[in-house]
């Protein structure tokens, strides 16, 4: 294997404790001989015994600029952060939460108090061993900094160390997301030592202070260029494997070298020359040419985002009448949409209309799929005239050519408005520039579209149910089945909500869900049992000789 | 000389003001900021708002431009967050592969542009003088991302002779270095060569016409020294005003090219500074490429010095 020595000469971040700590055990690390992989996420792909060894090499599309997976939700911090980082609880390939670095759990009767005991002998990239103080300082950072920390904070009394490894969450209102907020995989509850989350405080941690429990230790990063992830020899391991992020992560490659290719030709031109091993982002667009191709592993993800048409219910918006939300579901056809703007099929099936993707189980419903279903441009046509919306308004859309996709949803809208005798303005932004302006001039625009997670842990980590998404809706309905959820003591209970969530959704349409969005992940074919459930999970994945 | 010398670092120092401040208000006018890039795009406005004016950047943009120009004139290029550190050093780290690049692809297409156009100037009518209008407006027109692309599949993905892209520094594995060096020079080459042949065969075409050159054959000078020793100086005039000029243009084109070939220069620092809304660090660069620029047309106009006695006369 070639290795970019070239690296040493440029200014590298190199991480003395971390080195120091490792050095004494690598000597070790062949001798270290690893049980066999059992039960590794995702697929079939090779089922020979595991080979432990060389340097995976991973085509990212950027810089992350910060792996802070506790502050930071782009992908790019998450694909790095994941194989590093771990929290008290993380989500099975089902998206139940799991206990990781927590032993159990219990909630006393009241649902007020949870009481966790942590897990024995897991240490840090730095060597020490991870206590009670650590978790409570990495929470209490996380409230912080983290979007989902902050909606916890809200509802939090305390959180204090009982005792070195157990830990005490005293709540002010029940909250049964919990377990699955502290599970969530975007701005996460990571757990790292007590110095660190209060040197960082409400700043991005900086990458001397990237210290996990993780299968994985951050050994280099030199911006613009590459992170070098070496494997930690004193992770402490699960027996279990319950897929998805969480149970037994066992590291078989001995490094992960992320590499910044910006260009997603020049990715799968280092894929098929085997510069590469997996590479971010493969266009769609290639899916057909490079299936079959025998030096290419070509997956889809179980997991992604869920394409969405963003409403305005703002009071200047045609939206915010609830008849001119139901017309402009009715005009939509899902199907040709997707046909027309999301690619190969495999991509973006099954059409249900459901808020997150099939295999979250505790938050997939098919409640009001028949009003996702409705194809009825007449119907729409009468509704849209009822609601006031005439030719002379014209339909104001916010899109990007950032994403491909989103803009031919934008021509696709448009294009069946005007067949009904609407009018519609189409205005292209870079992506960040829209996101930015859908809240900071809210009133410039009535639809726009983006991806949302379809695998999100509970009602909350839905963006678009909080008021503060861009979008402006407010519902007494919702709000009240929001706080519904939070009061359910068991999984019955709360499921129960959801279905009754994915109802109100459907009623009062604060945003119109199109399909799942899964994602191309092409690997070399001398990678071997890549897990589907995200991309870039690398645990469990190994090279063949 | 030494006049010249200080004529030019008062000019630098113009140059770079108007640059930086150019620059500061317009990537201050590019919505986003670098709070967004760093929480990434589920962040709630709340978070951005917090990250942002922790970071300072809620300040009005007139006391921070005055800020910026405080710590300018001390030295100071303020720090950048993607490195969390000072811009300086920064950019000098990445200061190899662009300028190996563009001195690189310079040398070779005043190496090639040389000996071509002066056997087009020198034989109107052979096959070659023919070909090298439409050859060189080939080389011109063609889009540096396009060509580049297409040389990787051909001989990187095809062939694969050469690696798709990446880079390998001189004093690690220099025969890796140039392995990976050769298809972002051949990009760039195509369009420089192209530009040099086209101008210096335009003025040696005017220049063999001069009286000189029949007094020089008259003395018995071989055809090869009338064109290279003779007709060559005079006619490389206005050829390096084009070579200096162009290796600004290469260093801006550079941003392409390093972001295709994955190369660790002042191309791709740029580039993730503006993804990233890194503003010191797109600053800090800009200003650098500026100085190199004045830089290499100060050296520019002393060869027109070495070149040209009549302009050390006047």
């Known amino acids: ?545 | 000389m030494a006049g010249l010398v200080l004529r030019r670092i008062r000019d630098l120092v113009i140059v770079l003001f108007l640059v930086g401040t150019a620059m500061f208000f317009i990537i201050h006018l590019i919505p986003g900021n670098p709070a967004i890039a760093l929480l990434g795009p589920y962040a709630t406005q709340e978070q951005i708002a917090d990250l942002t004016a922790s970071m300072g950047l809620d300040q009005p943009l007139l006391t921070q431009y005055v800020t910026w120009l405080g710590n300018l004139v001390r030295g100071d290029m303020g720090e950048s967050i993607a490195f969390s550190g000072p811009v300086l050093p920064v950019i000098f780290d990445h200061i190899m592969p662009t300028i190996l690049l563009a001195l690189g692809s310079t040398v070779i297409s005043a190496a090639i542009a040389v000996p071509l156009a002066i056997h087009a100037a020198a034989k109107p009518r052979s096959l070659w003088a023919r070909l090298v209008t439409p050859v060189t407006a080939f080389g011109l027109a063609m889009p540096s991302f396009w060509l580049a692309l297409v040389l990787v599949l051909v001989f990187g993905v095809i062939f694969r002779i050469l690696p798709t892209s990446g880079y390998v520094d001189f004093g690690t594995d220099p025969g890796q270095a140039v392995k990976y060096l050769v298809l972002p020079i051949v990009v760039l080459v195509s369009h420089q060569a192209a530009l040099f042949v086209a101008t210096l065969r335009e003025s040696m075409s005017g220049e063999l016409l001069g009286l000189y050159l029949r007094s020089a054959r008259a003395k018995g000078v071989k055809e090869r020294g009338v064109l290279y020793r003779h007709a060559l100086p005079n006619a490389l005039l206005p050829a390096i005003t084009v070579i200096g000029s162009s290796f600004g243009n290469v260093l801006g084109g550079v941003i392409v090219i390093e972001t295709v070939f994955s190369i660790p220069g002042w191309g791709q620092l740029l580039y993730n500074g503006i993804t990233s809304r890194d503003y010191q660090l797109i600053i800090g660069v800009t200003l650098m490429i500026a100085v190199v620029y004045v830089l290499v047309n100060l050296i520019a106009d002393l060869l027109y010095l070495v070149a040209d006695p009549r302009v050390r006369v006047r």
Not at chain 1, 144 to 151: D, E, I, R
Not at chain 1, 402 to 422: C, D, P, S, W
Not at chain 1, 438 to 449: D, I, Y
């Open chain 1, 1 to 545: 294997m070639r290795t970019r020595r070239s690296f040493q000469a440029q200014r590298s971040y190199r991480l003395p404790r971390v080195r120091l700590a490792a050095a004494g055990t690598l000597l070790a690390l062949g001798l270290a001989a690893c049980g066999s992989g059992e039960g590794s996420t995702g697929n079939a792909e090779g089922s020979s015994t595991p080979v432990d060894g060389g340097t995976l090499i991973a085509a990212l599309a950027g810089d992350p600029q910060t792996l802070d997976v506790a502050q930071n939700s782009g992908a790019l911090t998450i694909y790095v952060g994941q194989n590093v980082f771990e929290q008290l609880f993380q989500f099975d390939e089902t998206l139940n939460p799991r206990p990781m670095l927590a032993e159990d759990y219990t909630m006393s009767e009241d649902g007020l108090t949870y009481t966790i005991p942590l897990r024995e002998g897991v240490t840090f990239h730095n060597g020490e061993p991870m206590t009670a103080a650590d978790v409570v300082a990495s929470l209490e950072r996380w409230q912080l900094v983290s979007g989902p920390g902050k909606l916890v904070a809200a509802d939090l009394e305390s959180i204090t160390a009982t005792d070195d490894s157990t830990v005490e969450i005293v709540l002010t209102q029940p909250r049964y997301s919990l377990i699955s907020d502290l599970a969530a995989y975007v701005q996460a509850a990571i757990i790292v030592p007590a110095e660190i989350a209060e040197a960082a405080g409400d700043q991005p941690m900086s990458d001397e202070q990237i210290i996990g429990t993780g299968p994985y230790q951050l050994a280099e990063y030199t911006h613009g260029q590459r992170i070098l992830l070496e494997k930690y020899p004193e992770y402490a391991a699960l027996e279990e494997d319950w897929g998805g992020f969480a149970g037994a992560k066992e590291a078989h490659v001995d490094n992960i070298e992320f590499r910044f290719v910006a260009d997603p030709t020049q990715q799968l031109n280092g894929l098929r020359t085997g510069q590469f091993h997996w590479a971010q982002s493969v266009s769609p667009d290639q899916y057909e040419a490079i299936k079959d191709d025998p030096a290419l592993n070509v997956q889809v993800t179980d997991t992604g985002l869920i394409n969405t048409v963003l409403l305005n219910h703002n009071a200047e918006s045609p939206f915010s009448d609830v008849r001119a939300r139901q017309a402009m579901n009715m005009l939509i056809d899902k199907e040709a949409m997707s046909t027309a703007a999301f690619g190969p099929e495999v991509l973006w099936t099954p059409l249900s209309g459901a808020m997150v993707f099939p295999i979250n189980e505790p938050m997939y419903s098919e409640a009001g799929s028949d009003v996702y279903e409705t194809y009825d441009p007449e119907q729409a046509k009468e509704l849209f005239t009822e609601a006031g919306v005439t030719a002379d308004t014209p339909i104001r859309i916010a899109t990007t050519q950032t994403y491909e996709k989103y803009y031919q949803m934008a021509v696709v809208i448009q294009a069946q408005l005007e067949e009904i005798g609407l009018t519609a303005q189409v205005e292209v932004f870079d992506f960040p520039t829209m996101i930015d302006r859908l809240t900071s001039e809210p009133t410039s625009w009535h639809l726009s579209m983006t991806g949302f997670s379809g695998i999100p842990g509970a009602p909350s980590q839905i963006n678009y149910l909080t008021p503060t998404w861009p979008g402006e809706y407010r519902s007494e309905t919702m709000d009240g089945l929001l706080a519904e959820y939070n009061r359910a003591t068991n999984a019955d209970e709360a499921y129960e909500v959801v279905e009754q969530i994915q109802q109100t959704i459907w009623d009062e349409i604060p945003v119109i869900s199109i399909s799942p969005s899964k994602t191309l992940q092409v690997s070399s074919s001398k990678v071997q049992d890549l897990a589907t459930f995200r991309p870039a999970v690398f645990w469990g994945t190994y090279l063949s000789q």
